[in-house]
């Protein structure tokens, strides 16, 4: 079956996952059917100062939500990041989370969704050392935006947050840590700059070649990665100069 650029695509790979140009459009509707009236949507500074961030927003607002932002998240998001996410979600009340940009908005927006109902120090989770064993409560609302290609941290199950001091980086693990729903809009790459598109791009070129270098045998990832390198030998320069829809 060929592409349709023009089409919406549902899929499940478990993460549920909606793609496709507009379907930004139906993030706001879609929490207000969950019964989510006041969620936090936790971006960098950068795109936070871009005009697709205030037309996001001001879509979710006319779908009826109470809309609270964070955007105080270092390049390399740390402790402080989430803590301080921690008390914006909690003093304006919200009941959901949505990560809006690239990996250091979703790792610090999938941190904040664990420490809601979890109260032991942040690094007490730390996978290394068996932290998930304490991810036993619920998890509030989580759903992710991506806004560049990379990290696909928007699908994943955990999130790499560094020490203050040492820039120790600790990585935090559940299953209970995937996002209950993705809305991948290729229309929200289109406003950002060409360097972001770039440097992104080649940042996910080298997690396909990490990936299908990797000593552990999987055919099914070796598939995706291979694919994902010919997509993006084929795209990246051209989205890079030209903002064309279709390849990015």
Not at 67 to 85: D, R, W
Not at 133 to 152: A, L, N, W
Not at 222 to 237: F, M, Y
């Amino acid at each position: 079956m060929n592409y349709d650029i023009n089409a919406k695509y549902n899929y499940n790979f478990p993460t549920a996952i909606r793609f496709g140009k507009g379907v930004i459009e139906e993030l706001g509707p879609h929490l207000v059917d969950q019964g989510l009236k006041k969620v936090l949507v936790v971006s960098d500074s950068g795109l936070a100062a871009l005009p697709v961030f205030a037309q996001v927003v001001d879509m979710l607002k006319k779908a009826g939500l109470q809309v609270t932002t964070f955007s105080e998240i270092a390049k390399n998001p740390v402790k402080s990041n989430v803590t301080k996410g921690i008390e914006v979600y909690k003093n304006n009340h919200c009941y959901c989370i949505v990560g809006f940009c690239g990996g250091a908005s979703m790792d610090v927006a999938r941190a904040i969704a664990l420490k809601v109902n979890h109260h032991l120090d942040l690094f007490d989770y730390d996978d290394a050392k068996g932290g998930d064993r304490f991810v036993t409560g619920e998890v509030p609302y989580f759903g992710t935006v991506p806004t560049t290609s990379g990290t696909g941290s928007e699908v994943g199950r955990s999130t790499v947050i560094g020490d203050d001091v040492t820039h120790e980086k600790k990585i935090l693990f559940s299953p209970k840590l995937m996002a209950k729903k993705v809305f991948a809009d290729p229309n929200l790459s289109m406003g950002l700059p060409a360097f972001v598109t770039a440097a992104t791009g080649m940042d996910a070129l080298t997690h396909n070649i990490e990936a299908y270098l990797a000593k552990g045998f999987s055919p099914l990832c070796d598939g995706v990665a291979l694919e994902g390198i010919r997509l993006i030998s084929q795209s990246l320069e051209r989205e890079t100069n030209d903002h064309d829809v279709e390849s990015s």
